[in-house]
């Protein structure tokens, strides 16, 4: 072996590992919550070592974080418009409502901020919640600016109402109704509070 096929230090990481682990974590979340995320017992659950995910994860926190992050990776890494309409921000949320995994994790998440306020504070700078919720104000601000919503109206009260109506339909809701029965619901309480839809929202429904 010459200089250049120097063995790097340490032992590789494995994306399999990765995957089991992470998988197993969320596994025991939804069934248990934060505190059934035990570094031993997802390495049983695993099949791996306890220090394989030590060495991943050394803090709980993270691994709960990174559990939570893979959940819903799929619908976090679609490509994005670069301003992106209400129309967008519906469709992107009735995706991830759709998936009945991603429902069953947030649902258990619901409880983390009352009951882990920090780790649930590192979950949104790691998940880039704080974009996200952004992102939905600018799509209100711009109906608004386009007058599909009341002159001189509470955004910031639409905007909130408007994420309680996603907890509602968490909470009362089958996990497999299908993406297009939630825009559905979703255009229908922003008619509650106010929103004309466009024919051009309209246009861009399932």
Known sequence: MN???????????SVEADRVVLESALDLFI??????????TVAKRSGVTRATVYRRYPRREDLVIAALAEAYRVHLEQPAPEHPT???????????????RVRRVLRRLMSVPHDHPKLFAEYRAATGATGRDEIIHQAL???SLHGNFPAHGDLEMVQTLFAASISSHLLTR????PAEQIVAFLYRVLAALGHRQSADDASKEF
């Not at 089958?174 to 109704?177: G, M, Q, R, S, T």
């Open 86 to 100: 209400l129309a967008d921000t519906v469709a992107g949320i009735a995706g991830a409502l759709a998936d009945a």
């Open 174 to 177: 089958p996990d497999d109704e």
């Open 3 to 13: 200089e250049r096929e120097a063995p790097r230090p340490g032992r590789p990481r």
């Open 141 to 143: 601000e711009r109906e």
């Open 31 to 40: 069934e248990g919550g934060v505190e059934a995320v035990k570094t031993e």
